[in-house]
């Protein structure tokens, strides 16, 4: 092993997918009703979705500490690896990234900290590209240049169910400043360089879902997708079923991360796509 890949939880890789290709996720935090427990841990998503309504208290997210990374990165350098690509939603929706960057300082440049820019699936494709470089035994400039290559090409693209979470999480100003005129529609936003972007609205759900179908249809041919919902798996799985975009496998489906759905909400709707490399002529 002589690039180790580490990422954290808001990446929403499915488990199977992180052991098989050697990814090591550091659980972000939960905090329901003043109880902590690491994101995966406590709760499914499911019942945590289920239960979010009626919370008497919002539920909170935390960063995990340095020394939880610290830990890991030595574990890893003490089992042969040389370098460590750490990389992690974006900063400027989480803490977490710069928590690696401060946990990384004790290890000097064998530990590069990456800002994806992104979350969930959009994190999750470049720290599987990473991965994949990385199996190829690539020197370390090449596999940062893979990740580069996927967060050119990778949208994250969502519908939510209402503004109201995005707006208690305080993370994103428009929301604050339109809570009043979009309260009552479905909002779709998109991850842009670590900003979640207002880039449209449905009046209702049903409106909104074939446009999601919209924008994924005029991405083209894609290298990778993933189907997102917050306990909205019936419609998701529509979504699948009515697909019309070449795809070099079948999509994943992801109920997304407790760690996200606490500022999204449930029955949240969206996609992350990798769009395919154009072809030189």
């Known amino acids: ?3 180790a890949i580490v990422t954290d939880s ?8 992180a052991e098989q290709n050697h990814i090591h996720v550091v659980p972000a935090i939960l905090i329901i009703e003043g109880q902590s427990m690491e994101d995966g841990k406590g709760i499914s998503r499911r019942e ?3 239960r979010m309504p009626t919370m008497q208290t919002p539920p909170t997210t935390a960063t995990p ?3 939880t990374f610290q830990q890991i990165y030595e574990r890893l350098f003490q089992q042969g690896c040389q370098s460590i690509i750490s990389i992690h ?3 400027l929706l989480s803490g977490i990234c710069n928590t690696a960057h401060v946990a990384a300082q004790a290890f000097g440049e064998r530990v590069c900290v990456i800002d994806s820019g992104q979350l969930s699936l959009g994190l999750g494709y470049q720290a599987l590209a990473a991965a994949e470089a990385a199996a190829q035994k690539l020197p370390l400039n090449k596999v940062i240049q893979h ?6 090409r990778v949208r994250v693209v969502a519908m939510l169910d209402t503004l109201e979470y995005l707006r208690r999480s305080g993370r994103v100003s428009w929301a604050r400043a339109r809570i009043g005129s979009l309260l009552r529609i479905k909002p779709l936003i998109e991850v842009k360089e670590g900003k979640a972007i207002n880039i449209g609205q449905a009046r209702t759900r ?11 249809d005029k991405m083209g041919s894609l290298e990778q997708l993933a189907i997102l919902h917050t306990n909205a798996e019936a419609d998701a799985r529509k979504i699948i079923t009515n697909l019309n975009i070449p795809l070099p496998a079948p999509p994943l489906l992801v109920n997304v991360t407790s760690i996200v759905g606490t500022h999204i909400g449930p029955n949240g709707l969206g996609f992350a796509a990798v769009v ?6």
């Open 1 to 3: 092993m002589n690039i």
């Open 10 to 17: 808001t990446a929403d890789i499915p488990p199977e997918l």
């Open 48 to 50: 945590f979705y289920d």
């Open 65 to 67: 500490s340095a020394g």
């Open 89 to 91: 939603v974006a900063s």
């Open 147 to 152: 990740i580069e290559n996927v967060r050119k």
């Open 206 to 216: 049903r409106k909104g879902i074939p446009r999601l179908m919209e924008l994924l």
């Open 276 to 281: 395919a490399r154009q072809r030189r002529l």
